[in-house]
C-alpha cells in the first residue's frame, strides 16, 4: 500500500517493513558498502522471517514505547519442549512476539533501570511513539521512509528519539557500534524525513542506549557536526545506487575481476612501519 508523504500513526512494524516501493535506513545501509546492491535486491526479494534473537529488544521497546506487538510469556526455562515450541508458534499466528518468562522479566527490569536515568527518563516523558515518515527526494524523486521511536518536544527542538539495546552504553564503546552500523546514517535519514514533512526545520537525533545485563545502565547521545556530514555523504550515495538499479534493473554485487590486497594498517606493529619506511 502506498502511504503519501507524511507522518503515519496506523502502520504497523509488519506493514511497514513489508514496503517494498520506498526506500528505508536499513535498505540504503544494505546498499552501501561492505554490503551490495545485490545483497539489497535479495532480501526484498527474500524477505527474512522473524528471528529469536531480535525478540527481546522488541520486547524492551514494547514496555518502554507502549507501542509495537503485543509480548506474550511463555512459561518455560528454555525452546526446546514442544509445549513452548507450541505457544511460540501460536503467539506468531497471532501477530505477537513469544518471550521467555525470565526474558519478559528482565525487559520489563530494563524499562525500570532506564526510568532511573534522569536524562533518558526526561525523554519519555511526554510524545509519541512508532511514527512512520514517508517524504520523497527532491534530487531523485525515490520515496524514502523512516519510522521513529519515539518523537518529543524539548526547549522548541523538535527530538528524534532512537532507543537502542546493546551490550555496553559506555558512549566510547557505543560509538564504535554507531560506526559499524552506520547509525549516523539513520540520524540523517530521520531528520531529513522530518525536515521534508515540515516537522521541524532542525530536528535532533538522540541515540538512549541501554545494556542488555544488570544493571541495565545507559546512555544518551547525540551525533556531532563530523558525523551527519559523513551521514549525508553516504544518505545521497544510497539513494543514487537504488535510483540507478531501480532504472536500470542491474543489481551489481562485489567488484568483478580478480582484486588485489594487502594487510589491514591495524596488522602492522609500529616496528614493521618503521621497517618499510627505511
Sequence with gaps: MNRPDGIH???TSAEYHADTTTLSYSGAKLLLPPSTPAHFKY???NPSPPKRHYDFGHAAHRF???EG???VPVDADDWRTKAAKEQAESARDEGKVPLLRAEFDKALAMVDALHANPDAAALFKSGVAERAMYATDTESGVRLR???DWLTYGDGELLIVDYKTTTSADPDTFERASTKYKYYLQAVWYRDLAIAIELHN????VLVAQEKTPPFLSSVMRFDDIAIAEG???KRQAI???ARCIETGVWPGYPTGIQVISVSPWAYSEDDIEMKAV
Design 9 to 11: 500513526s496506523n502502520i
Design 43 to 45: 532480501q526484498l526479494d
Design 64 to 66: 518502554l514505547l507502549g
Design 69 to 71: 506487538e503485543e509480548i
Design 146 to 148: 523512516g519510522r521513529a
Design 202 to 205: 532542525n530536528p535532533v537525533f
Design 232 to 234: 549525508r555523504l553516504l
Design 240 to 242: 543514487e545506487t537504488y
